[in-house]
């Protein structure tokens, strides 16, 4: 099971909340809801690393991720505005592996209902 930590105003909007349980799903490995939570289009840019485009893509690159658990994760901030969010916070893997992330979503429409693009920063700490 996960520790989860978040800052007080994490969620209190509806955008915000699925930032949160979209990041809570990552650390998870909970592919299914990850899965459900983007357009078909989804545009995953992963800096210094690849570009994934595309729903199959996408769900083949998370379903790769399933071996790498988390035992801790940290949701520092979690920002809303119109179709585009924001969330940053620390992750503790079980192999002792620790990393700092942000992650910048656009959403499909001004609702949030599902992500059509997702741009990570992720380094080892």
């Not at 979690?78 to 940053?88: P, T």
């Not at 209902?113 to 700490?125: A, D, G, H, L």
């Amino acid at each position: 099971m996960i520790k989860i930590t978040s800052s007080p105003n994490c969620g209190n909007s509806p955008k915000m909340e699925l930032i949160k349980q979209f990041t809570i799903a990552f650390a998870g490995s909970e592919v299914g809801f990850i899965i459900d939570s983007v357009t078909d289009q989804i545009v995953w840019t992963s800096i210094g690393k690849k570009k994934i485009k595309g729903k199959e893509n996408f769900a083949e690159e998370v379903k790769k991720m399933q071996g790498e658990k988390a035992m801790e994760l940290a949701l520092d901030q979690i920002l809303s505005h119109g179709k585009q969010g924001a969330a940053n916070g620390t992750l503790k893997m079980q192999n002792g592996k620790r990393y700092a992330f942000s992650d910048f979503y656009v959403f499909q429409d001004a609702k949030g209902t599902k992500i059509k693009s997702i741009t990570s920063y992720v380094i080892e700490i």
